[in-house]
């Protein structure tokens, strides 16, 4: 199973969370891999620079605080609803995700993949953390038990930005134009954070028929895309 997520979408962090429980509860979840593959919503962001959440809905989407209070408490309600809590969006930072992608890519190499991901979701809307810079992310390899000097040197040299970008070319061919992006099995596809009811079905499904493909379903109010994190057309923050 491959899921395509960017570190910075609320969808995904909430999406990561449901997709784990519906393996837990999936009868044949010991069977299955989940492999998380790196998908960037804004690569040309620059590196270096952080702005609040509240101040880049503001600076491209020219949302007031009201408008963005109310979209933001809307996945925060949904992420408390399935045991999130805190789960902050408004209040956190925005910037670069390269590093941070990178980082999670050579955890991965050190038998950390899963718990990397859990690790950075957690760390950045469980605790409004920064990940974007070097310090920072030497902080997370600590919690992980990982070298610090060898996560560092892998970071300065960017050892693993080739398998970031070739992340998202695979998530191209794939089909993805925003994230979450879940594909079982290669064939079945599904986008943004679907309930755990409906994951753990397409998991059932893909295990007991496999020749019949899923058709891909689309969640306006639960994915991230290029130009933002989707709200339903009769949200409050679209008024």
């Not at 398998?163 to 998202?168: P, S």
């Not at 986008?191 to 379903?217: F, I, K, M, N, Y």
Request: glycine share 8%.
């Amino acid at each position: 199973m491959e899921d395509l997520v960017d570190v910075l979408c609320p969808w995904c962090g909430l999406g990561n969370h449901r997709l784990d429980q519906a393996v837990q509860r999936f009868e044949h979840g010991e069977q299955i891999e989940v492999v998380h593959r790196s998908f960037q919503l804004d690569p040309s962001r620059p590196s270096g620079t952080t702005l609040t959440t509240r101040q880049m809905l503001a600076k491209k989407y020219g949302m007031n605080d009201a408008q963005a209070e109310a979209g933001a408490r809307q996945i925060e309600a949904l992420a408390e609803q399935d045991g999130l809590a805190p789960y902050i969006v408004l209040d956190n930072t925005i910037g670069n995700t390269g590093l941070a992608h990178e980082f999670l890519a050579y955890a991965s190499t050190q038998g950390k993949h899963a718990e990397a991901w859990r690790h950075m979701f957690r760390a950045y809307f469980g605790q409004a953390r920064p990940i974007f810079d070097v310090d920072a992310l030497l902080d997370l390899a600590g919690e992980l038990g990982l070298d610090r000097d060898s996560t560092r040197q892998a970071l300065q040299e960017h050892r693993f930005r080739q398998q970031v970008e070739d992340d998202a070319r695979h998530a191209q061919r794939l089909g993805a134009s925003g994230v979450p992006f879940t594909v079982v099995d290669g064939r079945y596809a599904i986008s943004g954070a679907q309930d755990t009811g409906t994951l753990l079905r397409l998991l059932e499904q893909a295990w007991d028929e496999t020749h019949q493909p899923v058709s891909l379903t689309e969640d306006a109010t639960g994915a991230c895309g290029p130009d933002g994190c989707a709200l339903s057309v009769d949200h409050p923050a679209r008024a």
